[in-house]
């Protein structure tokens, strides 16, 4: 016979390996164990039953964890990419570049590492607050390109 505190002590097992193994595998079967204890415990449930539920509040939470919630967690700041993922990305200017001196574009996430970058134009007049579209790299400064002018560019491609 299963007594509910087995289920709670393999409960916190789970939880335990977890902490070890941060797969987010055992969290859920942990949990499920954990609930499994507390409805074990208020209600007279076979051990049959008590498996059921156990193995479908497992897969439910795996479910959920792959369909809903892993997909927010999604790192998406390049970090460690090479320089070429930076091209055709978008921010905004924050300090503006003039002729004799360089710019600073801020993206709303960080882009190889940095959410804020040194950057060019190519002759273009770029105010603060406008956004723009890296176009290209040269060292470590951005060459960048108003979103006006690269739409202007994309309808003339496009004709």
Same mark, same amino acid.
């Given at each position: 016979?299963?007594?509910?505190?087995?289920?709670? *002590?393999?409960?916190?097992?789970?939880?335990?390996?977890? @902490? %070890?193994?941060?797969?987010? #595998?055992?969290?859920?079967?942990?949990? /499920?164990?954990?609930?499994?204890? #507390?409805?074990?415990?208020?209600?007279?449930?076979?051990?049959?039953?008590?498996?059921?539920?156990?193995?479908?509040?497992?897969?439910?939470?795996?479910? /959920?964890?792959?369909? %809903?919630?892993?997909?927010?967690?999604?790192?998406?700041?390049? /970090?460690?990419?090479?320089?070429? *993922?930076?091209?055709?990305?978008?921010? @905004?200017?924050? *300090?503006?570049?003039?002729?004799?001196?360089?710019?600073?574009? $801020?993206?709303?996430?960080?882009?190889?590492? #940095? #959410?804020?970058?040194?950057? $060019?134009?190519?002759?273009?007049?770029? /105010? *603060?607050?406008?956004?723009?579209?890296?176009?290209?790299?040269?060292?470590?400064?951005?060459?960048?390109?108003? @979103?006006?002018?690269?739409?202007?560019?994309?309808?003339?491609?496009?004709?």
């Amino acid at each position: 016979m299963i007594e509910p505190w087995h289920w709670l *002590v393999l409960g916190f097992i789970l939880l335990i390996v977890e @902490m %070890f193994a941060p797969t987010f #595998a055992s969290l859920w079967f942990g949990a /499920a164990a954990i609930i499994v204890a #507390a409805l074990s415990w208020l209600l007279p449930i076979s051990v049959f039953v008590q498996i059921l539920i156990w193995l479908v509040l497992s897969a439910i939470f795996l479910l /959920a964890w792959f369909k %809903f919630i892993k997909p927010l967690s999604v790192d998406r700041t390049k /970090a460690g990419l090479g320089g070429s *993922v930076i091209i055709g990305e978008t921010g @905004m200017i924050i *300090v503006q570049p003039q002729p004799d001196r360089t710019g600073t574009v $801020r993206f709303s996430v960080p882009i190889v590492g #940095a #959410a804020e970058w040194v950057c $060019r134009t190519r002759g273009e007049q770029v /105010a *603060v607050g406008d956004r723009v579209v890296v176009t290209d790299i040269v060292g470590n400064e951005l060459i960048v390109s108003s @979103m006006k002018s690269q739409v202007a560019i994309n309808k003339n491609t496009q004709v």
